[in-house]
């Protein structure tokens, strides 16, 4: 038993290692002349043009988006992507949990390679989400909390977010300065990625005193409205060292669930599905959260990335406010969080957001990450959660060799 | 909302109709039809079970940017208040001044408007919360 607890994911699970050999992303934004067909084909293009291919030799197509159906009134996006990429005789499926779309689409792609159901899979995920107006794109949001338990009685997505914000303060003394801190480190970092939808640096002054949303949480503590579209190529690992990408291992994965309205958990103040996650992530590649050099976590609110270091074991519950202000989580830190500026400040194309985190990841291992580069990364780690969190994925990384 | 899907749960929104497992006592709201604990046990042993109303304030908050359709109460303070019987819902809070709410605040359920659909169309009804001691 000591000895299977030693192996990795794949010897236990009899499966094939699974490397990502080609990144793409577009630029997140208010992107008024693309559609949702040109941001997932371009993101497409690009991961496959990094890896090398042409696209005849994609055997599979996951596509993760939350809510085409609700944001452009169009379903069955993925054959529409493959079709509008030229490769419209490629078997695609659409993946959907909500904000983890991104996450869960690259989970089965993963599955697909490491099965050795397929060898070479695009897993991309794409949200046009600024041709309705920002209140109908924020109702939709809250179509992922329970629409006849919670939003109907007049919660909206902000304030289940808020209540969580209002619990930790309550219980652990978290304050309004460091859930600005997160608003300012994730500006911080976003000014040094071309990408970003707000590439600037902002102060705790500027957050603190943006208009109230639903209290304790600003119009700062929000992340914004965006389209944009990121895709990888997977292939088995083996045969990594063929392509032009220069690999990065998919290590494990993990995903977790929980209720899916906010007052149905006893601890308001944390992530179950988040800590779940974690746990089978970190069992399956047998490192320790300690091991983590930097981490990609959903930090749709500031609130949110204060809960996922602590559930995802970085910090202690309840430190997570603390380690911010003290600066624990900036760019070459104790561990470096959200260097891509996070959802916050890179943006928020919903069902794009884990793959968007993978793009992040990719780049950072094989040190391609420019002016917020971490230091030499071993381990990095993505986590992508669902809705309010009834759901959560969180994925480990690690440069091949 | 379509008018048979707010139908449906006319009992629960009025009357606040829960269900209560028969093999463990647990009592839940919105009603299931399995115990979570339970799971297997508990199939056909969900029985209609009717909240008294009343509990205490987990958390809250103030919302200054509502959904459209509660526009006119803004600013509002949403609660989740976990009731007597041990089971948690999400509703408004009136009657509450925001200073003085906080965790473990007593408070009851009353039935109010909870919106409509157009001047002619289907109104809501439904449970809002107001402090007990008011």
Redesign the interface.
Same mark, same amino acid.
């Given at each position: 038993m000591q000895n299977s607890e030693k192996r990795s994911m794949t010897e236990v699970h009899n499966l094939r290692d699974v490397a990502i050999i080609g990144i793409g992303e577009t630029q997140i934004g208010e992107l008024w002349d693309k559609s949702l067909r040109e941001l997932g084909i371009e993101a497409g293009l690009k991961a496959l043009k990094d890896a090398g291919l042409h696209g005849d030799e994609v055997e599979k197509l996951y596509v993760g988006n939350m809510s085409a159906g609700k944001l452009i009134n169009q379903e069955h996006v993925a054959p529409l992507i493959a079709d509008y990429a030229g490769i419209s005789e490629v078997p695609s499926t659409r993946i959907e949990s909500g904000s983890a779309s991104g996450g869960m689409a690259l989970a089965e792609g993963y599955k697909a390679v490491a099965s050795g159901m397929e060898d070479i899979v695009v897993v991309g995920g794409a949200e046009k989400m600024t041709d309705v107006g920002e209140?109908e794109a924020k109702?939709i949001l +809250?179509s992922t909390a329970d629409q006849?338990?919670?939003?109907?009685?007049?919660?909206?997505f902000? +304030?289940?977010y808020?209540?969580?914000?209002?619990?930790h303060m309550?219980n652990h003394g978290t304050t309004k300065d460091q859930l600005a801190q997160v608003a300012v480190k994730n500006h911080a970092n976003a000014a040094k990625n071309p990408n970003a939808q707000y590439p600037r640096e902002t102060s705790k002054k500027f957050v603190k005193n943006a208009?109230?949303?639903?209290?304790?949480?600003g119009m700062f503590d929000c992340a914004p409205i965006s389209d944009g579209g990121a895709a990888v190529v997977l292939c088995p690992a083996e045969r990594a060292d063929s392509f032009d990408g220069d690999p990065v291992e998919i290590v494990s994965l993990g995903q977790g669930g929980d209720h899916m309205?906010?007052?149905?958990r006893r601890d308001?103040g944390t992530m179950k599905a988040t800590e779940r996650a974690a746990k089978k992530a970190y069992k399956r590649a047998s490192v320790k959260p300690q091991d983590i050099d930097f981490a990609e976590v959903h930090d749709n609110y500031t609130i949110t990335e204060i809960m996922a270091i602590e559930d995802l074991g970085f910090f202690e519950k309840g430190e997570g406010g603390r380690a911010t202000e003290e600066g624990k989580t900036e760019l070459n830190s104790d561990i470096s969080i959200n260097t891509s500026g996070g959802l916050k400040a890179k943006g928020r194309p919903v069902g794009a957001v884990g793959l968007n985190q993978a793009v992040e990841a990719v780049l950072q291992l094989r040190g391609e990450a420019g002016e917020r580069q971490v230091d030499q990364p071993g381990y990095g780690l993505i986590h992508n959660i669902g809705g309010t969190g009834a759901s959560a994925i969180v994925h480990i990384l690690r440069r091949w060799s | 909302m379509p008018i048979p899907r707010f139908w449906r749960e006319i009992k629960q929104r009025y009357k606040g109709i829960g269900s209560r497992c028969e093999n463990c006592g647990k009592i839940y709201f919105p009603p299931r039809k399995i115990c979570p604990e339970c799971r297997r046990e508990s199939f056909q042993k969900m029985e209609e079970y009717e909240l008294e109303g009343k509990g205490e304030v987990v958390t809250y908050t103030k919302i200054n940017e509502p959904h459209p359709e509660f526009e006119m109460l803004s600013p509002y303070i949403m609660a989740i208040v976990e009731t007597e019987e041990g089971a948690r819902l999400t509703g408004h809070l009136v009657d509450a001044d925001i200073e003085d709410v906080e965790p473990g605040m007593k408070v009851e359920a009353t039935m109010r408007k909870l919106g409509e659909e157009s001047r002619d169309g289907l109104i809501y009804y439904g449970y809002k919360f107001w402090p007990l001691d008011r």
């Amino acid at each position: 038993m000591q000895n299977s607890e030693k192996r990795s994911m794949t010897e236990v699970h009899n499966l094939r290692d699974v490397a990502i050999i080609g990144i793409g992303e577009t630029q997140i934004g208010e992107l008024w002349d693309k559609s949702l067909r040109e941001l997932g084909i371009e993101a497409g293009l690009k991961a496959l043009k990094d890896a090398g291919l042409h696209g005849d030799e994609v055997e599979k197509l996951y596509v993760g988006n939350m809510s085409a159906g609700k944001l452009i009134n169009q379903e069955h996006v993925a054959p529409l992507i493959a079709d509008y990429a030229g490769i419209s005789e490629v078997p695609s499926t659409r993946i959907e949990s909500g904000s983890a779309s991104g996450g869960m689409a690259l989970a089965e792609g993963y599955k697909a390679v490491a099965s050795g159901m397929e060898d070479i899979v695009v897993v991309g995920g794409a949200e046009k989400m600024t041709d309705v107006g920002e209140q109908e794109a924020k109702d939709i949001l +809250s179509s992922t909390a329970d629409q006849e338990w919670e939003t109907v009685f007049g919660a909206t997505f902000d +304030s289940l977010y808020a209540m969580m914000a209002r619990y930790h303060m309550d219980n652990h003394g978290t304050t309004k300065d460091q859930l600005a801190q997160v608003a300012v480190k994730n500006h911080a970092n976003a000014a040094k990625n071309p990408n970003a939808q707000y590439p600037r640096e902002t102060s705790k002054k500027f957050v603190k005193n943006a208009p109230m949303v639903a209290d304790p949480l600003g119009m700062f503590d929000c992340a914004p409205i965006s389209d944009g579209g990121a895709a990888v190529v997977l292939c088995p690992a083996e045969r990594a060292d063929s392509f032009d990408g220069d690999p990065v291992e998919i290590v494990s994965l993990g995903q977790g669930g929980d209720h899916m309205a906010v007052h149905e958990r006893r601890d308001i103040g944390t992530m179950k599905a988040t800590e779940r996650a974690a746990k089978k992530a970190y069992k399956r590649a047998s490192v320790k959260p300690q091991d983590i050099d930097f981490a990609e976590v959903h930090d749709n609110y500031t609130i949110t990335e204060i809960m996922a270091i602590e559930d995802l074991g970085f910090f202690e519950k309840g430190e997570g406010g603390r380690a911010t202000e003290e600066g624990k989580t900036e760019l070459n830190s104790d561990i470096s969080i959200n260097t891509s500026g996070g959802l916050k400040a890179k943006g928020r194309p919903v069902g794009a957001v884990g793959l968007n985190q993978a793009v992040e990841a990719v780049l950072q291992l094989r040190g391609e990450a420019g002016e917020r580069q971490v230091d030499q990364p071993g381990y990095g780690l993505i986590h992508n959660i669902g809705g309010t969190g009834a759901s959560a994925i969180v994925h480990i990384l690690r440069r091949w060799s | 909302m379509p008018i048979p899907r707010f139908w449906r749960e006319i009992k629960q929104r009025y009357k606040g109709i829960g269900s209560r497992c028969e093999n463990c006592g647990k009592i839940y709201f919105p009603p299931r039809k399995i115990c979570p604990e339970c799971r297997r046990e508990s199939f056909q042993k969900m029985e209609e079970y009717e909240l008294e109303g009343k509990g205490e304030v987990v958390t809250y908050t103030k919302i200054n940017e509502p959904h459209p359709e509660f526009e006119m109460l803004s600013p509002y303070i949403m609660a989740i208040v976990e009731t007597e019987e041990g089971a948690r819902l999400t509703g408004h809070l009136v009657d509450a001044d925001i200073e003085d709410v906080e965790p473990g605040m007593k408070v009851e359920a009353t039935m109010r408007k909870l919106g409509e659909e157009s001047r002619d169309g289907l109104i809501y009804y439904g449970y809002k919360f107001w402090p007990l001691d008011r």
